[in-house]
T-cell receptor, first 113, second 113 residues
Framework: AQSVAQPEDQVKVAEGNPLTVKCTYSVSGNPYLFWYVQYPNRGLQFLLKYITGDNLVKGSYGFEAEFNKSQTSFHLKKPSALVSDSALYFCAVRGYNFNKFYFGSGTKLNVKP | GAGVSQSPSNKVTEKGKDVELRCDPISGHTALYWYRQRLGQGLEFLIYFQGNSAPDKSGLPSDRFSAERTGESVSTLTIQRTQQEDSAVYLC???????????FGPGTRLTVL
């Protein structure tokens, strides 16, 4: 079965500190992995994706994520958090031969000034 | 260019009434998804359309829910005899047939009184 787990409902960091938002997945075959961000009263915005190639992928707004096949993880990271990064973050997975995307439950990121 | 649009942005209805939600995907996007997002929760897959293929309806929660899409254009999600537990934000997303990332609309917030 395909699934995504985001073990933290909320992550709090101070502005300027590094941040990590965790995601683990379960999927048949090679995974296609995604991170989306949702600001209040808005739809989801695409941040980055891993399809193949380099395990470290870079995305929008200075975010990056590392694909770890052995740990079936795809954690989102940023070296220096901004208050404006405060939002709800969703990890998603798609099996390469599937059309459906499976989303995690979301992690609320709170960056304090 | 124009993104995914949804209407109405907000809908308040009385229990037992029918509602119709609309999604205009990005032009040229053959794949279209509907998701439900309950307050404080992740995205729940409802239905997927790909071109003229039979839709994947496996996520529809009951026979009160239905959706249509003509070709690669507008889609409507209909909820009959609404219940209070139908209150949620309904998100639509589209992507190209060979694309991996979904582009989301702003959602329709449905409140059933």
């Amino acid at each position: 079965a395909q699934s995504v787990a985001q073990p933290e409902d909320q992550v709090k960091v101070a502005e300027g500190n590094p941040l990590t938002v965790k995601c683990t997945y379960s999927v048949s075959g090679n995974p296609y992995l995604f991170w989306y961000v949702q600001y209040p009263n808005r739809g989801l915005q695409f941040l980055l994706k891993y399809i193949t190639g380099d395990n470290l992928v870079k995305g929008s707004y200075g975010f990056e994520a590392e694909f770890n096949k052995s740990q079936t993880s795809f954690h989102l990271k940023k070296p220096s958090a901004l208050v404006s990064d405060s939002a709800l973050y969703f990890c998603a997975v798609r099996g390469y031969n599937f059309n459906k995307f499976y989303f995690g439950s979301g992690t609320k990121l709170n960056v304090k000034p | 260019g124009a993104g995914v649009s949804q209407s109405p942005s907000n809908k308040v209805t009385e229990k037992g009434k029918d509602v119709e939600l609309r999604c205009d995907p990005i032009s040229g996007h053959t794949a279209l998804y509907w998701y439900r997002q309950r307050l404080g929760q992740g995205l729940e897959f409802l239905i997927y359309f790909q071109g003229n293929s039979a839709p994947d309806k496996s996520g529809l929660p009951s026979d009160r829910f239905s959706a249509e899409r003509t070709g690669e254009s507008v889609s409507t999600l209909t909820i009959q005899r609404t219940q209070q537990e139908d209150s949620a934000v309904y998100l639509c997303a589209s992507r190209t047939s060979d694309g991996n990332e979904q582009f989301f609309g702003p959602g329709t917030r449905l409140t059933v009184l």
